[in-house]
């Protein structure tokens, strides 16, 4: 080997260390940040802080099926405790009555600061007089027996009016004293993580403490536990990219390799044509580290098919350049493989531009990946290599690959009506060819996604599809902000325009509603003298309800409620999902629910904005705001492939200076994406935005080929070597991206199922379209 050959395997050996160092000091995640704008608008960034921080995020529902009833509550309180003593949550609650008697007695003890009622003209005579005589009627009810033993203390029944008001929404059923399905088949716990929805990783490790503190719970009986949640599919979306990738990718690669020595018969050719892949591998997850600080998986998944295009640089190099010799091969070849190379960069270089990270960083991955795989092609293998290239020749194969080549050329007339009929074809399904929603893109199985909607019944789980957002600079104004807010949506509540909502400012009020309060509260001797008018006649006699003076004095002096108050109960836990800090101040969300409860009517939204207008606060309807933002991302990758496109055929139209020629090279790749999308879509796939990027990368990979066989020179005769690179070329391209398509993951399938069949396609229509001149 020559100096010059060490010298160019030092530099490269360097630079793969370095890159292999950033590599391993790189964040890879697969989080749903691959499908969430960069710069949101103020509802989408409402969607990506409930993706990522959200207390929906952070629950997981668990079932305890199998055993009798008794085994399954024994089993349920077991894990509650187990639970409630690690870290890695913040709330474990499976309905048990002694957690609700903690919150009964807080309630209980800081209810006049607490109860939207208590105000001033409660506190007079008549107001006495109805609170009182209220809640003796109550004393006759079912309700009765939570109110009797604290009648003599709260007669006006403010502890009644809070727990009310605070288990509005959907409670399950209970069995055995613990949550249970209506069915009364498993028990039922919902656990809170300390991870956010967005750490993975945090994720992961509370799923464990769950399975393995429920293995020793369980160990006695034939239990089973279920487990269901976003924390649950965001782990296993992980663990589905990060299997596949590895095994599809291994399978791609044994298959290219099984290629390679078949053509080259030789280990030695066979080891360097991997070069450049594994420099554009690593040159692409380089570029995404650096640029963005973290690498999705998916983008990995999707870069593992560069695989099939960065080895055809190789094969272009070895096949071709072993009868012509390295100069003449870089006067003929180079300039169509270097034209090629800058068609997929111009291709590719166009997502950059996207607002989402996921589609900016699959156009940067393959852009450095194709730009070094090509450089390494170009610079080191002839060095490295060696001015003498073995590699069998075509023979009989060559031979085969120019009569197919000659028949191909008598199917122009029936292709192009066959690409008449598919265009006609896309024109009247236009409408049908997408699928509508962000769902096309979920890793969620049809089996999790079952099991899901039948614990979420179950339980009464949140579904915040209604959100009202408010945001202000000081946690004591967001909640002034919420109090007027709450006040509107409470006369949405009684017109029944409105099931109900939530509200931090419910378990934790402003100071300025806290004091109001306070000064609405009688002093001791003129409530005492109150009462004596109110109850004339009443079985409540003043002497019996010195315990309400005395506590109402009490509450009149107290010190305000603040969030520390809360510890130890599960209004923190409502506060905190509720209240939230941000950098720029603090967010307040109170989600809505519909009348008639989850499966009720949907809202009134245009009621909702108009009774919120001049609050500062803001409607937003989460699964609106998901379908805008596929849309989102459909238009802008629609429009981003089409610029692809359009700088695509500009470098070529500048390159060729031949309309004819033009033509020629862009008219097989446009009826092989036609030919795809029509397939597809008649085998009943719904196309999404990452078939978009397929339909481009068939333009972008397909015109190495149609440039191969324009460049033909007029009348001289298609060449074996030639013929047989782009055939084995094409072979491991499809190769590289078909084995995505078994993948099921819908990004990397989408774009598995549409590059593989397409470069064959681009391969065939171009020898089809062949000009006549050169047979």
């Not at 609106?624 to 629609?638: N, Q, V």
């Not at 005769?717 to 398509?741: C, K, P, R, Y």
Request: net charge neutral; with cysteine.
């Amino acid at each position: 080997m020559k100096l010059t050959a060490f010298r160019a395997l030092a530099i490269w050996l360097l630079a793969m260390l370095a890159g292999a160092a950033i590599v391993w000091h790189s964040r890879f995640t697969a989080d749903m940040s691959f499908f969430l704008p960069a710069k949101p608008t103020a509802e989408q960034q409402v969607l990506v802080d409930q993706l990522k921080e959200g207390t929906v995020s952070r629950l997981l529902m668990l079932a305890i099926e199998g055993g009798d009833e008794q085994q399954r509550a024994d089993a349920s309180r077991a894990l509650r405790a187990r639970l409630g003593e690690r870290a890695e949550f913040v709330s474990v609650q499976n309905g048990e009555a002694a957690r609700y008697d903690i919150d009964r007695d807080f309630l209980l003890n800081h209810r006049y600061l607490l109860s939207p009622a208590v105000n001033a003209e409660r506190f007079t005579v008549d107001g006495l007089r109805r609170a009182i005589g209220d809640s003796v009627d109550l004393l006759t009810s079912p309700a009765g027996m939570l109110l009797k033993p604290f009648i003599t203390r709260d007669p006006t029944g403010e502890l009644v009016e809070l727990l009310t008001q605070f288990s509005g929404g959907n409670q399950p059923a209970s069995q055995a004293g613990v949550w249970a399905s209506p069915d009364g088949g498993r028990a039922l716990l919902l656990v809170q993580t300390a991870a956010l929805g967005s750490d993975t990783d945090g994720q992961e490790k509370a799923i464990e403490s769950i399975r393995s503190e429920f293995a020793q719970v369980a160990s006695a009986g034939d239990l089973r536990l279920v487990l269901s949640g976003p924390g649950l599919f965001a782990v296993k979306a992980r663990a589905t990219i990060k299997d596949e990738v590895a095994h599809l990718s291994l399978l791609s690669t044994l298959a290219i390799v099984a290629v390679l020595f078949f053509v080259y018969r030789s280990p030695r050719l066979l080891v360097l044509g991997l070069v450049p892949v594994l420099s554009g591998a690593l040159a692409g997850v380089v570029a995404v580290s650096l640029v963005y600080g973290t690498v999705f998986g998916i983008t990995v998944g999707f870069g593992s098919a560069l695989i099939g295009e960065a080895v055809d640089y190789g094969i272009y190099y070895f096949i071709q350049s072993g009868r012509l010799g390295l100069e003449a091969w870089r006067a003929r070849f180079w300039p169509t493989i270097r034209l090629g190379v800058l068609t997929s960069i111009f291709g590719f270089g166009a997502l950059l531009f996207s607002g989402f990270p996921g589609l900016a960083q699959l156009g940067l991955y393959s852009l450095a990946g194709v730009l070094t795989a090509a450089m390494v092609t170009r610079f080191l293998l002839p060095p490295l290599v060696g001015p003498c290239i073995h590699v069998p020749a075509p023979g009989r194969l060559g031979r085969g690959l120019i009569a197919a080549t000659h028949t191909l050329r008598r199917a122009r007339l029936p292709l192009l009506g066959l690409a008449l009929c598919a265009a006609a074809y896309l024109a009247v399904q236009h409408a049908s060819l997408w699928h509508p929603n962000l769902s096309a893109l979920s890793t969620v199985t049809e089996e999790d996604s079952i099991v899901d909607g039948k614990l979420r019944a179950d339980i009464g789980a949140p579904d915040s599809r209604y959100m009202v957002v408010i945001t202000a600079a000081e946690r004591e104004q967001a909640l002034q902000a919420a109090e007027r807010a709450g006040q509107q949506l409470d006369r949405l509540q009684q017109a029944g325009q409105l099931g109900g909502y939530e509200s931090p400012a419910r378990f934790l009020p402003s100071a300025a509603a806290q004091a109001a309060r306070q000064a609405a509260l009688p002093e001791g001797d003129e409530l005492r003298r109150r009462l004596a008018e109110a109850q004339i006649d009443s079985p409540l006699a003043v002497g019996k309800l010195e315990p309400f003076i005395a506590e109402v004095d009490a509450a009149r002096h107290a010190a305000p409620i603040t969030r520390d108050n809360l510890n130890g109960t599960s209004l923190a836990l409502a506060v905190d999902s509720l209240l939230l800090q941000r950098p720029e101040g603090w967010s307040v969300l109170l989600p809505l629910r519909p009348p008639g409860g989850r499966d009720g009517l949907e809202l009134r939204i245009g009621d909702i904005r108009a009774a919120l207008t001049g609050s500062g606060a803001l409607f937003i309807d989460l699964k609106h705001e998901f379908d805008d933002l596929y849309a989102d991302y459909l238009h802008e990758a629609l429009l981003l492939s089409l610029a692809g496109v359009a700088a695509i055929v500009a470098l070529l139209a500048f390159t060729l200076r031949s309309m004819q020629r033009l033509v020629r090279v862009l008219l097989p790749l446009a009826i092989a994406v036609m030919l795809v999308i029509s397939g597809l879509h008649l085998a009943g796939e719904r196309l999404h935005l990452l078939h978009l990027i397929g339909m481009l990368l068939i333009v972008a990979v397909g015109s190495n080929y149609a440039l191969f066989f324009d460049g033909i020179d007029a009348g001289q005769a298609l060449e074996a070597d030639t013929l047989m690179s782009m055939a084995v070329a094409n072979l491991t391209t499809a190769i590289g991206f078909g084995t995505l398509a078994l993948s099921s993951v819908p990004v990397l399938h989408a774009v598995g199922i549409t590059v593989g069949p397409g470069a064959i396609l681009a391969l065939l229509l171009s020898a089809v379209f062949v000009p006549r001149e050169t047979r």
